[in-house]
């Protein structure tokens, strides 16, 4: 290229390194957003799929699939927990879960019974008595709430009564408050009009949703083309004045 001047080998290797390195990490946040992007697809679905017995899939969920089950079991009513503000609104309200004991099973179930909004308080909102006969619940099968950073340890054993309020949800920190073992995902109950609880099925990819990635993986490819844009501008040609290109050796000619 007549308008460039010969670049240092280092420059070259470290343009080139950089490009592929935003490249790479662009595709990869494209990548994360068509996953996601997929997961909301399948849970949606999860509304309308066929009800499944819930022995076909209580240990071995299928992957990547949340699917819509039915199970017969009663309540532990007095073992209440309490996911405290998720992101349903701004008045401090609690996602509910209640363990129930499904019939003839060793192994609890965690049931998010729903969310019930806060009066802009401290104090958490009043619940309802959970019935103690044997119940027929239906609803999605879902892995539990990420636990985000876990700061200040373990906030269910410091607590000696219940409900029991914590800022993420851990099955196996709940299983061992319990004393029992849990099966590795929560119901997740289907919306009833008659509930007092907010049943919202969908999934909180509110910290990362899809168009964040994509935002990302723009921000990544724009890197990319400002480091090339960047290695084109370094090592162009500089001219004179009267149009005459500066000698790369950096003296001037000599008139004669």
Do not use: C
């Not at 499944?52 to 209440?80: C, M, S, T």
């Not at 929560?186 to 990635?213: K, N, Q």
């Not at 990544?220 to 480091?227: I, N, Q, S």
């Amino acid at each position: 290229m007549s308008g460039m001047r010969r670049p240092a080998w280092w420059s070259v290797l470290l343009t080139v390194v950089g490009v592929l390195v935003f490249v790479r990490l662009g595709v990869w946040q494209l990548h994360r957003a068509d996953y996601k992007d997929e997961l909301l697809r399948r849970y949606a679905a999860a509304a309308s799929a066929p009800v499944k017995a819930f022995d076909a899939v209580a240990d071995q969920p299928p992957i990547n699939a949340y699917p819509r089950v039915r199970v017969q079991g009663h309540y532990l009513a007095d073992r209440l927990y309490l996911l405290d503000n998720p992101k349903h609104d701004s008045m401090g309200g609690v996602e509910v879960y209640a363990p129930f004991q499904p019939v003839d099973q060793s192994k609890g179930l965690l049931v998010d019974l729903g969310f019930l909004p806060g009066n802009g308080s401290d104090k958490a909102p009043e619940l309802p008595p959970l019935p103690t006969e044997q119940q027929t619940l239906q609803g999605v099968y879902q892995p539990p709430p990420g636990t985000g950073l876990e700061m200040g340890g373990n906030a269910l054993a410091q607590q000696k009564h219940w409900p029991k309020t914590s800022v993420y949800l851990d099955l196996d920190q709940v299983a061992t408050d319990l004393h029992e073992k849990l099966y590795p995902r929560v119901l997740v109950l289907d919306a009833d009009p008659s509930a007092i609880y907010v049943r919202v099925h969908t999934l909180d990819l509110s910290s990362m949703p899809p168009a964040r990635h994509r935002a990302y993986a723009f921000q990544w490819f724009t890197f990319a083309l400002v480091a090339v844009v960047i290695f084109l501008w370094l090592h162009r040609k500089r001219r004179r004045p009267h149009g005459r290109d500066f000698p790369e050796s950096g003296h001037a000619d000599k008139e004669i």
